[in-house]
């Protein structure tokens, strides 16, 4: 009885252990690093988080994100439930792949490592208070 007590107290403990680490997000010791993301065509990309037209979050299957900044406006990116990621024939999504949003391609300039983006609702409002710093900046009432 002993033996079967020890035995299910590691294997719960092996799984605690386990979840752990599969629920813990990897972080990046730089920002900013040209990268890539592997496998991408086969299950390497978990998640994608647009920001706008210019730009989109990829979080890789260990839970790290990048940042692909895309070349021009990308229509529809912000709005869009699902995107199809274009590797170019390789299995690896880098600065020369791209997304298909609506039957509309968009090309990557730049894919860099980065940290997890801010809620959408958070960085809407970030982005009007700074509008509104900047049109005070410009036009200040006297």
């Known amino acids: 009885m002993r033996k079967i007590l020890i035995s299910a ?6 799984f605690t252990a386990c979840q752990s680490l599969a629920a813990s997000p990897k972080e990046w010791s730089e920002y900013g690093i040209e990268a890539s993301i592997p496998f991408a065509n086969h299950g390497g990309i978990r998640n994608f988080e647009a920001n706008g037209d210019r730009g989109l979050w990829i979080e890789d299957r260990q839970r790290r994100w990048y940042y692909a900044r895309i070349v ?28 298909f949003v609506r039957g509309d391609f968009c090309q990557f300039e730049s894919l860099v490592t980065a940290a997890k983006p801010l809620p959408r609702k958070e960085r ?16 200040p009432k006297d």
């Not at 406006?73 to 600065?95: E, H, M, Q, V």
């Not at 970030?126 to 900046?137: D, I, M, N, S, Y």
């Open 124 to 139: 809407l409002k970030l982005r009007k208070e700074t509008r509104l710093e900047a049109r005070k900046a410009v036009a």
């Open 72 to 99: 021009g406006p990308c229509r529809d990116l912000d709005y869009a439930n699902g995107i199809a990621f274009d590797t170019r024939g390789t299995s690896t999504l880098d600065k020369f792949g791209g997304i």
């Open 9 to 14: 107290t590691f294997i719960a403990g092996a």
